[in-house]
């Protein structure tokens, strides 16, 4: 099947500027020839374009709900339709709040999807625990049936419902967890893997015990949600929230590579490339550059190599 790519220039799920530039500096890294060079057809949707919202105060400390709402009900839409014409799509960030849009239009389309999220943070506030206020620290809460009851009605958020059971979650990577966060981990029984526990247990159990939880009992489609601050901050330093002691190159391609062996792959994210946030222009372009890497493997670039494309003539 084909590959459809999706830029999602916002930054309003966070306060820092630059990661609606995102996009643009992955693309720059040569996301798109390099998936060419893979075996199926890829077509670039280009960027979406945000309406910018002139009113839009503050609702119970939460920083800009109706422009953070507005911007996924739209990524909603034009996720569903990517996979609707049965696209493997892959949406650029942008901030982690685009995660709401791109797994809730997902998930009109495939209602027994599971969720697989890289990050070293939880983003499972709600407004209500969120130290900040930002809306991308608070993506999965916005998701989860179990939250219905914890979750205030936000401006801009009307047309979300909850589609997502904890049972169909698994976070990889986690290191910088708030005190609220915890407690709904806890409490809801999500399969979480910490830093600690792939230290313990090593990247390769750690993605066989994720794909039996998550697949065992019926294969279905994976929806990918990947913070390039998962990955360690000597490998992407351009970022907002970067946290020491993060996934090595290999783990995460490792990740990537087991995802693409199940077949299952239907969409995924990467957000949170800032490219303003790099100290240097090489900062810049090693984050971006990984990001590239991180999607290709996740479509099919193997270190093992593979065979001569059909599309190829010797
Ligand atoms: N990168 C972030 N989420 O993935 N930042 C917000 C979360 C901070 N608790
Ligand atoms: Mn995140
Ligand atoms: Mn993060
Ligand atoms: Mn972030």
Redesign the pocket.
């Known amino acids: 099947h084909s590959v459809a790519v999706l830029g999602a220039p916002f930054s309003k799920g966070q306060k820092r500027r630059g990661v609606e530039h995102g996009p643009k500096a992955i693309r720059d890294a040569g996301l798109i020839e390099r998936l060419s060079n893979l075996d199926y057809p890829v077509h670039d949707f280009g960027d979406l374009s945000f309406q910018n919202l002139d009113k839009d105060e503050p609702y119970m400390q939460v920083p800009f709900p109706r422009s953070v709402g507005r911007a996924n009900k739209l990524l909603s839409e034009a996720v569903g339709s990517a996979v609707a014409s049965g696209h493997t799509t892959v949406m650029l960030g942008g901030d982690?709040s685009l995660?709401i849009g791109s797994v809730e239009g997902h998930a009109r389309q495939c209602p027994d999807l599971c969720l697989i999220w890289v990050?070293a943070?939880a983003?499972i506030n709600t407004p209500l625990t969120s130290p900040s206020g930002n809306l991308?620290?608070q993506?999965v809460a916005f998701m989860l049936k179990e939250l219905q009851n914890k979750m205030p009605e936000l401006p801009g958020f009307s047309w979300v419902k909850p589609f997502l059971s904890a049972k169909d979650l698994v976070y990889i990577g986690l290191r910088d967890v708030d005190p609220g966060e915890y407690d709904i981990l806890k409490e809801l029984g999500i399969q979480c893997f910490t830093m600690r526990d792939i230290d313990r247990l090593g990247i390769q159990r750690v993605m066989e015990v994720t794909l039996d939880h998550l697949l065992s009992r019926k294969q279905r489609p994976i929806h990918l949600s990947f913070?390039i601050?998962a990955m360690d901050p000597s490998l992407a330093p351009a970022t907002g929230t970067p946290v020491n002691g993060g996934l090595t190159y290999r783990e995460g391609i490792w990740i990537t590579e087991e995802i693409h062996n199940t077949g299952l792959l239907s969409v995924m994210d990467l957000?949170?490339v800032n490219p303003v946030l790099g100290a240097s222009r090489e900062a810049v372009e090693v984050t971006a550059s990984l990001a590239v890497d991180i999607i290709a493997s996740s479509l099919g670039q193997s270190r093992q190599g593979g065979p001569i494309a059909q599309t190829q003539t010797l």
């Open positions: 982690h995660a990050d943070h983003d991308h620290g993506s913070d601050d957000v949170e």
